[in-house]
């Protein structure tokens, strides 16, 4: 193969490689959820080196492409349950080939021009539609983690300035940086602790409010918290709530909380990486109600916007905000290009080189339309009221919430309980059978299927039950 080849371009002959590797993709695909097996027994990867001296033939690398694909998860599987790991639309699908294709990095005008204008309506779109006021803008990042690491970054420098007239950008930490509190739900995203643990606070300033019935924080026990750390000498700068716990998908409650946050002068940040996605939806957005009093707001849309990883963002209610984290660079973005029409997408970001992954957004957006994305999250809500129901009525389950969105957290029941709560997404896994999630809920091993597939159906579901219920079984009949 000429190097002419090897290089994507208008003259490569692309098209050949592309077309034998859609074949063996097809041809590889799973057909069960999971082909079975752990770390231990997958199938070896090829011995020797792994960089050639020489080319390998295609049919060769095909033939190593064909057996990774085929140990993979499959995510459209029915079966697939376990994670906020969704299968993608075909319409972002095709549009991750122009992604990689066109490399287009996101940050600076001169290298992705086009790209720079779509994300920028995008990213328009998203404030709107949160219903943000027109300072606001919005970033594309790699995930929730990063989302929310920003929105706290920027609340820390936001509170420094306004509380202290200290800027950390120019003067670093201030000397009181140690009594700064974050606030949040028990079943807050671990990515709240760990970015604080990135800001240079210890684990211990972020602070665990009780939670209701619904797994939702208790307003009321989060005002008592910020008044006694105030009381205590410390000093309470951010919420962080939630809307879509991982675990319930239990949505806080925004306008409670919205107004604690004002009324204490503290930054709002919500966590909506998997709730967001009821904006979609004209039934259920309501829920929602008080995620535009947010300071900042992460939204994931490589969950239920159906989007293949990475593509995520974060909203900013004050664009103003960004300056804390801009740094001018001669050779890349320098402080005149952008009244010269030249808006260098870096000047938001945490991330200096960064993919197009507006792109899939878009054409999904183009290709499915509002009526029938709204469809597909309707359905997520109703079929996990509906399993949830179903488990109630099943005396084999024991449901542990009443879903708000497409998490349903569940028991199985009988003897050793405990112990088969804990083995079975194990079991069915190493066998292939499914991947069911598992959590604990006060120190008990749960059962959680998280759906996030609208191909998924009842009857899919119902057998999965019987799957479960049969895997149990046969532990307890191994266990002896």
């Given amino acids: ?43 070896p990867l090829p011995e020797g080196p792994v960089l050639p001296p020489r080319a390998m033939t295609n049919d060769a690398v095909m033939a190593e492409f064909k057996a990774i694909v085929g140990q993979s998860v499959a995510v459209w599987h029915p079966y697939v349950s376990a994670h906020l790991h969704c299968p993608v639309l075909v319409p972002a699908l095709a549009a991750e080939l122009a992604i990689s294709a066109l490399n287009q990095s996101m940050d600076s005008f001169d290298q992705a021009p086009s790209a720079t ?67 949040c739900s028990k079943h807050a995203h671990f990515s709240i602790a760990k970015s604080a643990i990135q800001l240079g606070l210890a684990e211990s300033s972020v602070v665990p409010v009780d939670t209701d019935s619904a797994w939702r924080i208790d307003p009321a026990a989060l005002d008592r918290e910020v008044v006694r750390l105030k009381a205590e000498g410390l000093i309470p700068f951010a919420i962080a709530a939630t809307a879509g716990t991982t675990d319930f998908g239990s949505i806080d409650p925004l306008q409670p909380i919205a107004a604690i946050a004002e009324a204490h002068g503290l930054w709002l940040h919500v966590d909506a990486a998997y709730g967001g996605a009821l904006l979609m939806s004209e039934k259920y957005r309501s829920r929602l109600a008080g995620l535009e009093r947010a300071d900042s707001v992460t939204i994931d849309f490589h969950k239920a916007f159906f989007q293949p990883v990475s593509c995520s963002a974060m909203v900013l209610r004050d664009r103003a905000c960004f300056a804390q984290i801009n740094i001018a ?17 870096v000047n938001w970001s945490l991330q200096t080189t960064r993919r197009f992954d507006a792109l899939k957004l878009w054409m999904s957006f183009r290709m499915v339309g509002a009526e029938r994305f709204a469809a597909m999250i309707d359905s997520l809500v109703e079929k996990a009221v509906w399993l949830a129901e179903t488990l109630a009525a099943d005396p084999r389950f024991e449901p542990l919430h009443r879903p708000e969105f497409g998490c349903v957290v569940f028991r199985y029941l009988g003897d050793d309980a405990d112990w088969l709560n804990d083995a079975l997404p194990k079991y069915m896994f190493r066998r292939g059978e499914a991947v069911i999630g598992h959590t604990r809920i006060d120190g008990r091993p749960c059962l959680k299927l998280t759906l996030i597939n609208p191909l998924t159906g009842e009857d899919d579901l119902i057998a999965l ?16």
């Avoid at 973005?333 to 260098?344: A, M, S, T, V, Y």
Wanted: proline share 4%; aromatic share 10%; glycine share 10%.
């Fill in 1 to 43: 193969m000429s190097f002419e080849d090897l290089f994507f371009s208008r003259q490569s002959n692309w098209e050949k490689l592309m077309g034998e590797a859609m074949t063996a993709l097809r041809e590889a695909l799973p057909e069960g959820a999971y082909a079975g097996g752990d770390a231990s027994t997958l199938p």
């Fill in 117 to 183: 204008l779509v994300e920028l309506k995008l990213a328009d779109w998203l404030c709107r539609t949160v219903g943000m006021p027109s300072s606001a803008a919005a970033t594309f990042t790699s995930g929730g983690t990063q989302s929310n690491y920003m929105g706290l970054l920027l609340a820390r420098d936001a509170f420094s300035l306004r509380h202290w007239g200290h800027s950390t950008r120019e003067k670093g930490l201030h000397p009181d940086f140690g009594k700064l509190r974050i606030l």
């Fill in 465 to 480: 039950l019987d799957k479960i219920d049969g895997a149990a079984r046969v532990l307890l009949a191994d266990r002896g």
């Fill in 329 to 345: 660079a001669d050779y890349l973005n320098p402080e005149d290009r952008q009244d010269e029409g030249f808006p260098d997408l």
